[in-house]
């Protein structure tokens, strides 16, 4: 599963996760996570490209993701 550093106290799931704070995450990143991993990596390119395709600007990277969450430290 994707893991990611939270860079602004978030609501995740149903959790309030501290700035700093490392999550699992298998739904669509938002800005508010940094990836830590290369299938986070691939996620925040998918959701960047599909931001971009909704704006009408090239969207040229391709990636998977689903829901899930889970806190692995804040």
Not at 20 to 47: F, I, Q, R, S
Request: glycine share 10%; no cysteine.
């Amino acid at each position: 599963m994707p893991r990611y550093r939270v860079n602004t106290r978030s609501f995740i799931g149903e959790h309030l996760v501290e700035e700093g704070g490392e999550v699992e995450y298998d739904g669509v990143p938002g800005t508010n996570l940094d990836p830590l991993d290369a299938a986070a990596k691939k996620a925040v390119n998918k959701a960047e490209a599909e931001r971009r395709k909704a704006r009408g600007l090239p969207a040229d990277t391709d990636a998977d993701g689903d829901d899930g969450f889970k806190v692995i430290r804040t």
